[in-house]
């Protein structure tokens, strides 16, 4: 017996110094990555001593004389903090994943290199103003900065698990042009209606015309739009979108199937699901205790780890360290910002204050071309054949002695997305003297969208991050090109106020909600909706602006917008609940709107189910159950399970 206790008490000795010589390198391969976040350090690059300290919950705040100071430091913390994101999105954004994680990203990375992110960016850096030029290079010289002679296991934990797995990859300097491209990432993961185009196009194949229009409802005419009706009374211009095409015949061979078999459902970074959606409000001093404007956002992006938000602090200061805005340092700032991009996207500083929701406006459209059956490199144009564009790009692909090469053909309206053929084959191949192959489509689908044209997006945050009033809030916004945002805005003067900027097509014919023909100019975009003719609201007669996804505004607006907006139930609720509350609004019941979980269409359905005969005791109990149900969507509610699924099965 004693033999067998000092068996026992040796392995056990020697599994307890097994974890521990385990959990010591486990801790050192992790604390490698661990940021110096006290004492001094003296990077290449700063112009004058900068400041950061970090609060008790670990949000650093920045104090510098000058901007490009300001920017240096944030993109120095961001790297700090969040390097391994920002290379992710990085990788993303240029269609390089596939050189990390071999061909199971490879349909991603042609995707992304077919609509061609990276290249574009190019063109905003190129085509910036100076101003905006000085800022995103002063970010990326503080981010280059914290990671120059870093290894990567020192850069990230999550680079330490690719070296011990072998997977090759290279810490390259970052560019302005990356901060660029995660502002393209931002407007795929937010904008358009591709999906929604491809959806409806799979359901005509399926069900025709007819079911597919009766099967998506219209917005009911009794839930709230976001500017109210007599906001925009005064406004006299003729709508110019035309109709859908009658004959639909020619959407008969056309294939949904993208490029690389990209499935644009999927969310590309930034977590996703059905339910995603927002709400920001923003409530006039007539309606609340302290008679000064309460201003909510609550931006509901995708769960991830880590956030996509970075809470962050950025404050000028003057020669004596005090926090003064300047000539030099216009800024005074507390927000959210993302971890590859200088400055604030969300939150306020001394003077304004203002937050995002998604407009989902309709942005993109499925151009419907047909091919020379002699040559699958040209495309008609008005009765003629033109010569597509072509671009090569190679794709390196973990564990592939050859990268992969695509072929990108781009017609007048843009890149093309759809894959050839019924059998779903990628080969953008090169003209031969080669017969086309039997399952080779004369059509193909081309991508019309405005976040593949050069934007301005970039200069709208710094603008809007040191706007002081009303005006220049709207001027920094005449920027904001895509994705297009319900912004709503407070200011220390008592003001509230909306305003949706954003490129917004004009169409000849159409609504794009289907793809539509391309080979005449039938339907053409003719411009975007100006500036001055979008939607807003400058202290409203009701007291206060909600939004939560639903259409901006009523039929009685002269251009179309979108037909893809949220139902209305969310923003039904936020109104009901202002509107409910006559004793005066406090920070606390604003808290309490954006926590509230009531669904609205349970009280809507759920009625229907007493009248119902039901023989089986459980399932009578059950609905019992919900008949008396509040409503409120809790996490541990067993009757918001129950109503989810009985939802699911309707």
């Known amino acids: 017996m004693a033999k067998r206790w000092k068996t026992l008490a040796i392995a056990l000795g020697v599994i307890a110094v097994i974890v521990l010589i385990v959990g010591a390198v486990w801790w050192r391969v992790k604390s490698q990555s661990f940021p110096k976040v006290n004492g001094t350090v003296t990077p290449d690059g700063l112009h004058d001593s900068v400041e950061i300290y970090r609060d008790s919950y670990g949000i650093p705040h920045i104090y510098a004389r000058t901007s490009d100071d300001l920017f240096f430091a944030e993109g120095y913390v961001h790297a700090q903090d969040r390097f391994w994101q920002m290379e992710f999105w990085r990788r993303i954004g240029q269609g390089r994943l596939s050189e990390m994680f071999g061909d199971a990203t490879l349909g991603t990375d042609i995707y992304l290199r077919t609509v061609g992110f990276a290249q574009i960016a190019q063109q905003e850096y190129d085509m910036a103003d100076d101003t905006s030029k000085a800022f995103l290079d002063a970010y990326s010289a503080g981010v280059n900065a914290y990671i120059k002679d870093r290894s990567g296991s020192q850069l990230a934990l999550e680079f330490s698990l690719l070296d011990l797995q072998g997977v090759p990859y290279e810490i390259e300097p970052w560019t302005p042009v990356n901060s660029l491209t995660w502002i393209k990432l931002m407007a795929q993961d937010l904008g358009g209606n591709m999906d929604d185009e491809l959806d409806r196009l799979n359901l005509i194949h399926s069900v025709g015309l007819q079911m597919t229009s009766d099967f998506i409802p219209a917005f009911r005419s009794d839930f709230p739009v976001i500017v109210p009706d007599e906001e925009i009374q005064n406004m006299d211009l003729p709508r110019t979108n035309g109709a859908n095409p009658a004959d639909t015949t020619y959407l008969a061979g056309v294939s949904t199937q993208l490029v690389g078999g990209f499935d644009p459902h999927q969310s590309l970074a930034f977590g996703g699901g059905e339910g995603i959606g927002s709400n920001d409000f923003v409530i006039s001093g007539d309606l609340t205790t302290t008679g000064m404007p309460l201003l909510a956002n609550d931006p509901h992006l995708g769960i991830q780890m880590p956030s996509i938000w970075y809470e962050i602090g950025l404050h000028c200061v003057n020669a004596a360290g005090e926090v003064a805005r300047s000539e030099d340092c216009p800024f005074e700032l507390r927000g959210f910002s993302f971890a590859g991009v200088p400055g604030i996207v969300l939150g306020h500083n001394d003077r304004i204050a203002w937050g995002f929701t998604n407009v989902n406006p309709d942005v993109q459209d499925l151009v419907v071309e047909r091919i020379n059956p002699e040559n699958p490199n040209q495309y008609e144009v008005n009765g003629e054949w033109v010569d597509m564009d072509i671009r090569r790009e190679e794709i390196k692909v973990s564990g592939q002695d050859e990268p992969t090469v695509i072929l990108v053909r781009s017609t007048r309206h843009g890149p093309v997305m759809s894959d050839r053929g019924s059998l779903g084959q990628y080969a953008n191949f090169e003209v031969t003297d080669q017969p086309l192959p039997d399952n080779y489509s004369l059509t193909v689908m081309a991508l019309r969208w405005t976040a593949l044209q050069p934007n301005r997006t970039y ?27 319900n912004v709503v805005y407070a200011d220390v003067d008592g003001n509230i106020g909306y305003q949706m900027p954003g490129l917004v097509p004009i169409r000849a014919n159409g609504d794009g909600s289907l793809p539509v023909p391309g080979w005449n100019d039938d339907y053409e975009w003719t411009g975007f909706i100006p500036f001055d003719d979008l939607p807003r609201a400058f202290n409203p007669d009701q007291g206060y602006i909600a939004t939560a996804n639903q259409p901006v505004v009523s039929d009685i607006y002269p251009y179309f917008i979108s037909s893809e907006q949220d139902h209305g139930y969310r923003a039904e609720r936020i109104n009901e609940m202002i509107r409910a509350d006559t004793n005066g609004i406090s920070a606390e019941d604003v808290a309490a709107i954006q926590g509230d979980n009531l669904s609205i269409s349970s009280q809507e359905i759920i ?44």
């Open 459 to 485: 200069q709208a945050v710094w603008h809007l991050n040191s706007a002081a009033n009303w005006d220049e809030f709207r001027n920094a916004l005449t920027y904001f090109d895509a994705p297009s945002q």
């Open 607 to 650: 009625p229907y189910l007493e009248s119902l005969s039901l023989d089986d005791p459980a399932l009578a109990s059950a609905r019992d159950r919900l008949l008396t149900w509040n409503g409120q969507m809790h996490m541990d509610s067993p009757e918001a399970a129950l109503f989810a699924n009985v939802l699911l099965q309707l």
